[in-house]
């Protein structure tokens, strides 16, 4: 189950502490270990010195939480943390919404839209001002019938399962499709969560004319957690997030996690 090692990209904004706060309640809930890590840039001595007084300000927030507090040099936030993720084998990486975003949405800034489009390991973004609860009360899927939705939806039902939490598998009706086909794929799904793990997921048709007012169409728990899957075009192991998995992220109200492409 994601959540074994999760690393959280941490700087000394607003976006790095929802991030540290999302980091920590999740290794909570999982008992997996817990790396935070902060990115600075090469040839810059004076950033490197801010890079570890960051790190020290983590180690309060997180107080008695134990953690391992990394610093690593790297030309790109995004790219530093995919490529030091991989080398402790995280399995999550947690990044906090850009700045000057909608309060209780997430907005993409370099980072995330690095990990969001190349991160060998799942991603979690978010939204700004997100404060966690202890536990998670239901993991939502963003369903489209297509193979890597498919495989997704085993992997959510048996986190579920592991969590105790009940499973919501969701469609999007944008006015543009039959809604007819839509539920009965939906359907087909929660015969798939029914058939790998035996639980009974919820469904639902999320109606508007468009993305954000598709997601206000249905109800959402607080510690709700959105999964997407990685677009069938991302390489094999890889996330990279299609451009209406895009939308639902930028309107989603709850974290959102990306699954790669393949992940088991």
Request: charged share 20%.
């Amino acid at each position: 189950m994601i959540g074994a090692h999760v690393i959280v990209g941490y700087s000394g904004d607003p976006g790095g502490r929802d991030a540290l706060a999302l980091g920590s309640a999740i290794t909570r809930v999982t008992g997996g270990e817990l790396t935070i890590a902060t990115i600075y840039p090469p040839g810059s001595p004076g950033l490197a010195v801010e890079a570890q007084a960051n790190l020290a300000h983590a180690a309060e927030e997180l107080g008695q939480a134990p953690a391992e507090y990394l610093t690593f040099e790297s030309r790109g936030a995004g790219r530093g943390l995919s490529v030091l993720a991989s080398r402790i084998r995280a399995d999550l990486v947690v990044v906090g919404s850009a700045g000057g975003g909608q309060p209780g949405r997430i907005a993409i800034g370099s980072t995330s839209d690095h990990l969001l489009h190349l991160s060998s390991e799942a991603v979690m973004l978010a939204p700004a001002g997100y404060l966690p609860p202890i536990e998670p009360v239901r993991l939502t899927l963003a369903y489209v019938h297509r193979p890597q939705c498919d495989a997704a939806v085993e992997r959510v039902a048996q986190a579920a399962l592991r969590l105790g939490v009940p499973l919501r598998l969701i469609t999007l009706d944008l006015r543009t499709e039959d809604q007819g086909r839509l539920r009965d794929d939906l359907a087909l799904a929660v015969r798939l969560a029914w058939e790998s793990t035996g639980i009974e997921a919820e469904s639902e048709v999320a109606e508007g004319h468009d993305v954000a007012a598709a997601l206000t169409d249905i109800e959402w728990l607080p510690g709700e957690l959105l999964v997407c899957a990685a677009s069938e075009d991302a390489q094999p192991h890889r996330v990279f997030l299609g451009e209406l998995a895009m939308k639902v992220l930028r309107a989603s109200s709850c974290p959102v996690t990306v699954l790669p492409r393949g992940f088991s």
